[in-house]
């Protein structure tokens, strides 16, 4: 199972997103408090649709409670400031990927700490970062293609009687 890990998560409707990505992928979700909001705020639930029942999530009070209650856990830390593409890293199985809050990222001393774990998402000069949520998906879904979908649907079906002129 891969990890993905939200550190002080400020804006309801990309969390949401994030656990229908992580219901989609078969990964768990890790948020860190403070959050900008609470979990059952009507926002988280609709960006995550019907799926937010059938999400694996835990929630920790601060970055230490998360690291003491998963001991020597191989974390990936998203971050514009890092000099490794995030498609250049090996994901191991039970690893943990993590991404900051949406206004400041991961702070820059747990960067520090962590430096060869860290790792971007390639980007024109003035564009200061993307969407959570999307840099969410995208780093996810290298994890599961270096894994080969395992475990996921890799085939999907056309019903023939949607077909419109051609079309769907």
């Known amino acids: 199972m891969l990890h993905i890990v939200l550190l002080e998560p400020e804006i309801p409707a990309n969390t949401g997103n994030i656990g229908r990505t992580c219901v989609a992928a078969g990964a768990r979700l890790h948020l860190i408090e403070p959050m900008g909001f609470r979990i059952n705020e009507k926002q988280v639930k609709r960006a995550g649709l019907d799926y937010w029942d059938k999400l694996d999530y835990r929630i920790y009070d601060s970055y230490s409670d998360?690291?003491?209650?998963?001991?020597?856990?191989?974390?990936?830390?998203?971050?514009?400031?890092a000099r490794q593409i995030y498609s250049e890293v090996s994901y191991e199985e039970e690893c943990y990927i993590m991404f900051g809050k949406e206004s400041a990222g991961i702070p820059e001393e747990i960067l520090v700490e962590n430096e060869e774990n860290t790792m971007r998402i390639p980007m024109l000069g003035d564009i200061r970062s993307l969407n959570l949520g999307n840099s969410v998906a995208v780093i996810l879904y290298e994890a599961l293609r270096q894994r080969e979908f395992q475990n996921l649907n890799t085939v999907g079906h056309?019903?023939?009687?949607?077909?419109?002129?051609?079309?769907v």
Do not use: C, Q
């Open 158 to 167: 056309l019903h023939h009687s949607t077909w419109r002129d051609g079309t």
């Open 66 to 81: 998360f690291l003491e209650k998963n001991p020597g856990a191989k974390i990936y830390m998203a971050t514009t400031k």
